[in-house]
């Protein structure tokens, strides 16, 4: 089976070809830097006319880097949301159109989905149920994710996401766009320890997340003029870091609770039975997903973290972090694989959490 994958939901414009046997035959981004720099984030507008005028050659481009044309393709996959509206218009419209001239199946991608099945596709050997950290641009969240489309949420941010409170801190320390990256070159030469900063709910019963204090506490440290940008860099991504570990290791905790409850598995009707076999089995791995997840330092302290747990850690290589088409392509694979393809009629949608029945966080944990 082979998917043609879309993803244009914020400023990434990506195609990409995999298969159901994880080959990913081709891959396209065209990132808008250049374009956004002026502004210091990313301008919906701007945004959705580079994405109308890059998709359709880069489609083109990516059926040829493989040799291949639409009629090779089993279905067409799209970001359907959330993000940027216009953009994700722009793909989930693309997509439309070439479902509907090569008369294949649509499959309408959940980005946090495309997000919470990458690891999968880096790692054959990962299996449900597994405890996901996602940390992207515009979420942090845990998540169990129980199965293709299954994805109990177990806590989320109660303000700012992870890699908002990144691209902040770089604007606020004049480091530049895309503020993640550049915040973690600027810590390597940094010492973690010398500014004091908030952790914001570390210690709190519910593993929620908040990052908006640590960024107001990081616009006072740099406006004190008492340490240099690389301290402050370095002092912030260690808080972030003992924020995420802390909360992780609440999460693994309690859905380790969960399973210590007594199950019984013999007279168990069997809608239910998956569900308590996976509350008995706990989770299989740590996994952590999204932009946020390229960040070194994040990396190996959840490494550590899953190893002080007994649990194996899976993380995708840095590419497949960031927004890119092969993760939307692969989520596609694996909804297709399930049977699961859309109406040509369905909306894009600039909100669409991955677990509708999640109570909101606000206030929650504090
Ligand atoms: P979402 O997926 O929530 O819709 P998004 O698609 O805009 O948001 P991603 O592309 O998944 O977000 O991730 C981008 C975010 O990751 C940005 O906030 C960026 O600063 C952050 N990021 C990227 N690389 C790093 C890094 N090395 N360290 C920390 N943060 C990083
Ligand atoms: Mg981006
Ligand atoms: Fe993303």
Redesign the pocket.
């Known amino acids: 089976t082979l998917i043609l994958g879309l993803e244009s939901?914020?400023?990434?414009t990506a195609a990409a070809l995999v298969t159901d046997g994880r080959d990913i035959l081709a891959h396209r981004l065209l990132g808008q830097e250049a374009a956004h720099t002026p502004y210091g984030g990313?301008v919906p507008e701007i945004a959705a006319r580079a994405h109308v005028e890059a998709l359709t050659p880069l489609v083109e481009a990516t059926l040829a880097d493989a040799g291949k044309t639409l009629d090779d393709v089993d279905a067409i996959a799209a970001t359907a949301g959330?993000?940027l509206i216009g953009g994700v218009m722009v793909g989930l419209v693309t997509a439309k159109a070439l479902a509907l001239a090569a008369n294949k199946p649509l499959i309408a991608v959940n980005?946090?989905e495309g997000?919470a099945l990458s690891p999968r596709l880096a790692a054959p050997d990962l299996a449900f149920p597994y405890l996901l950290l996602?940390?992207?641009?515009?979420?942090c969240q845990l998540l169990l994710v129980e199965g293709v489309g299954r994805y109990r949420r177990l806590a989320t941010t109660i303000d700012d996401?992870?890699?908002?409170a990144?691209?902040k801190t770089?604007k606020l320390l004049g480091l530049g766009f895309?503020?993640?990256?550049a915040?973690?070159r600027a810590a390597r030469d940094g010492n973690p320890k010398v500014v004091p900063l908030p952790r914001p709910l570390v210690g709190t019963a519910d593993p929620h997340f908040s990052f908006a204090g640590l960024k107001s506490a990081v616009g006072r440290a740099r406006d004190a003029g008492t340490w240099r940008a690389e301290d402050i860099a370095a002092s912030f991504?260690q808080a972030v870091v003992d924020c995420l570990v802390d909360r992780t290791d609440r999460a693994i905790k309690s859905v380790r609770f969960e399973r210590s409850r007594e199950t019984r598995l013999d007279d168990m009707p069997s809608p239910l039975l998956d569900f308590a076999r996976s509350e008995r089995d706990g989770v299989t791995a740590l996994v952590v997903a999204?932009?946020?997840a390229?960040?070194?330092a994040?990396r190996s302290a959840l490494q550590a973290l899953a190893a002080e747990h007994g649990l194996p850690f899976v993380a995708p290589p840095?590419w497949l972090?960031?927004?890119n088409a092969a993760m939307i392509a692969w989520a596609g694979a694996e909804r297709f694989a399930a049977g699961l393809t859309d109406a040509l009629d369905t909306p894009a949608r600039a909100r669409w959490p991955l677990d509708p029945g999640a109570a909101p966080a606000r206030g929650a944990g504090v």
């Open positions: 939901s914020c400023d990434e990313v959330p993000g980005h946090l997000h996602l940390v992207s641009g515009g979420h996401a992870a890699g908002e990144f691209d770089a895309p503020g993640g990256p915040v973690e991504q999204g932009g946020v390229a960040n070194g994040i840095l972090c960031t927004d």
